[in-house]
């Protein structure tokens, strides 16, 4: 073939989005890429391009002899030169390959030339990215635009690389972009709360956040807590931690959230320490955790008096593990919580206004449904109808034994008798099961007991968890405490404590008005406080303060226990303050001095 030659080339012409070129046409897909493997060109003394070699994907030489390079030296190549009217023609075409050719699509997708997203895909690509859509939904919702995957022009693995890019791209706009979140949060819930940890070059290295209604979830449930680092982000890999409650619908509940870079001592530290800031400073008393070695070194650091425990899932997951799963020990029944978030107004709802079921119309349960949640009194009734299958037989005085009926069957698989030890004044039970030490609810084998004994009127109130109730959220500051509706005290409020704490609730709020009237207000409390204090030397044993403390003496200890499962069965009266019962008070504190 003569190569003709031609003098000066024409300029190339204007790009136009509505013109398309033939070459274009003939080789849409392939790489854009210029490599000296597949692409090839020359561009004349004004630099326009006049000369373009397509080669294959194998030509050219391995960098080293001894490798699995696919470059075999072929020769196989396409040249186009350029004519007078910018057009292109087909110089010269070899045709012959030194080796084997691919037939399949899987195979072909894994060339250079199919490396090339257009522009729409990298749209939909990073619009499905910021929506959290994952690399493999990604991958195959563009399949489907294809007719199938095994159709797509790109291999996933390119596909992974672009989302990288993108990620590599936005990362230094997602810290502007949290912020503003954060900050469209504040102006909707003011107590909406963040802390953020950096390290020298200024990186967020911890990342803490909460709202209003978390913490006053944790005000009332925070006494139990389950923190659980095996989430991972999908565009950092970074553990993103929780802090999980459960309230008395036995629904699951979300304290905080944390975005960590490491799992180390140091920053659990941290997270713990900013978490009880956040909340309050009030500490839980239970805490379940995995089986990280630097998690418990933290929690002995910052929490060294609480009780912590393993999560039974993680526990149960590694004897599996470990030891299989054709025949599993008892280990107690599972009472973990479903991961239900349906809004909590639901079982509000159902539980003020619907009608509990009796099952077995007995008074214990009658007073189950009208002291518990819906939720809770269904899982009562549960036991109550399975204590049904159990007998009793008194060993000795104030110690018992529940048999299953079908004891001989389920003992081989399944523990079916259990001792029951019974307190001297019979108003409480202890049961070998272990389920009220684990979380707060009388298992099937004490509620057998107690009517074998004659005592199944009413659920005994020791083993009344208030968490549990409907008056769950009934929690008041510890010299407030005694207005609470399980507390209360023995005699009337007196008439002088009654009327100094209206005068004094009308003060704060005369004093909160204004600046002017906040400083009248604390001088004139703190001149009244210099010529009470003499006064107060002498006392009668008849103050509201006093019979508390005497109350308190004479009931003794609490019984609240935590048990080796790690849920606590104290009743949640030792929470922080709240604000939300204020109204509430000043009512009942009125009908006290009218009733005086």
């Given at each position: 073939m003569t190569r003709h030659r031609h003098g000066a080339m024409l300029d190339e012409r204007a790009a136009s989005a509505e013109r398309i070129s033939a070459l274009e046409s003939a080789f849409h897909g392939f790489a854009e890429r210029k490599s000296d493997e597949v692409w090839k060109s020359r561009l004349n003394v004004k630099g326009s391009?006049?000369?373009?070699?397509?080669?294959?994907?194998?030509?050219?030489?391995?960098?080293?002899?001894?490798?699995?390079?696919?470059?075999?030296?072929?020769?196989?190549m396409i040249r186009l030169l350029r004519t007078d009217g910018d057009g292109w023609y087909i110089c010269e075409f070899r045709s012959t390959h030194n080796h084997q050719m691919l037939h399949t699509c899987a195979q072909k997708l894994h060339f250079s030339s199919h490396r090339h997203i257009d522009k729409y895909t990298r749209e939909l690509v990073l619009q499905l990215r910021e929506n959290n859509v994952n690399l493999s939904k990604v991958y195959n919702i563009i399949g489907t635009f294809f007719g199938r995957i095994e159709n797509a022009p790109f291999t996933k693995r390119y596909l992974r690389t672009l989302c990288g890019k993108i990620s590599r791209d936005q990362a230094d706009e997602d810290v502007k972009k949290t912020m503003d979140i954060?900050?469209?949060?504040?102006?909707?819930?003011?107590?909406?709360?963040?802390?953020?940890?950096?390290?020298?070059?200024?990186?967020?290295?911890?990342?803490?956040?909460?709202?209003?209604?978390?913490?006053?979830?944790?005000?009332?449930?925070?006494?139990?807590?389950?923190?659980?680092?095996?989430?991972?982000?999908?565009?950092?890999?970074?553990?993103?931690?929780?802090?999980?409650?459960?309230?008395?619908?036995?629904?699951?509940?979300?304290?905080?959230?944390?975005?960590?870079?490491?799992?180390?001592?140091?920053?659990?530290?941290?997270?713990?320490?900013?978490?009880?800031?956040?909340?309050?400073?009030?500490?839980?008393?239970?805490?379940?955790?995995?089986?990280?070695?630097?998690?418990?070194?933290?929690?002995?650091?910052?929490?060294?008096?609480?009780?912590?425990?393993?999560?039974?899932?993680?526990?149960?997951?590694?004897?599996?593990?470990?030891?299989?799963?054709?025949?599993e020990a008892w280990t107690g029944k599972e009472y973990l919580p479903d991961t239900d978030f349906r809004e909590e107004g639901f079982q509000e709802k159902r539980t003020r206004l619907g009608g509990a079921v009796l099952k077995v119309n007995l008074p214990i349960e009658k007073h189950a449904s009208r002291i518990c949640t819906r939720t809770m009194f269904e899982m009562f009734g549960s036991f109550l109808f399975a204590s049904g299958s159990y007998t009793v037989e008194e060993l000795i005085p104030k110690k018992n034994v529940a048999t299953h009926l079908n004891a001989a069957k389920r003992e081989k698989y399944l523990k079916s008798v259990f001792e029951i030890e019974v307190s001297d004044e019979a108003d409480y039970y202890t049961c070998e099961y272990g389920l009220f030490e684990h979380m707060g609810m009388v298992c099937c084998h004490i509620i057998k007991v107690s009517a074998v004994l004659g005592s199944l009127s009413e659920i005994p109130k020791k083993h009344v968890m208030k968490r549990w109730t409907l008056e769950a959220r009934d929690i008041l500051p510890d010299h407030l405490k005694h207005y609470q509706k399980d507390i209360g005290l023995n005699e009337t409020h007196t008439f002088r404590h009654s009327k100094m704490y209206i005068a004094a609730l009308e003060l704060v709020k005369m004093g909160d008005m204004n600046v002017a009237a906040y400083e009248a207000v604390m001088n004139c409390l703190i001149d009244a406080k210099h010529k009470v204090i003499p006064l107060c030397d002498k006392t009668y044993g008849m103050s509201i303060v006093e019979k508390t403390s005497s109350m308190a003496k004479s009931n003794g200890p609490s019984t609240a226990r935590a048990n080796s499962n790690g849920t606590s069965t104290a009743c949640a009266n030792s929470n922080g303050p709240s604000t939300t019962r204020a109204n509430s008070n000043v009512q009942q504190m009125q009908r006290y001095v009218q009733r005086e």
């Open positions: 391009k006049c000369m373009q070699e397509l080669l294959c994907n194998c030509s050219g030489r391995p960098k080293k002899l001894n490798n699995t390079s696919c470059h075999s030296e072929c020769a196989a954060f900050s469209d949060l504040k102006e909707k819930d003011p107590e909406f709360d963040y802390s953020v940890r950096v390290d020298g070059d200024s990186r967020i290295r911890t990342l803490m956040r909460t709202n209003g209604n978390s913490k006053l979830q944790y005000h009332h449930f925070g006494d139990v807590i389950t923190f659980d680092t095996t989430y991972m982000t999908n565009l950092y890999d970074m553990p993103f931690v929780l802090f999980v409650g459960v309230n008395n619908h036995f629904q699951t509940l979300i304290f905080a959230g944390v975005l960590m870079r490491d799992e180390k001592v140091e920053s659990f530290n941290w997270i713990f320490k900013e978490f009880v800031k956040m909340m309050g400073g009030k500490n839980p008393i239970t805490i379940l955790t995995d089986q990280a070695r630097a998690m418990e070194v933290a929690i002995e650091q910052v929490f060294p008096d609480i009780t912590h425990r393993w999560c039974k899932w993680h526990v149960m997951k590694k004897a599996k593990e470990s030891l299989g799963s054709d025949k």
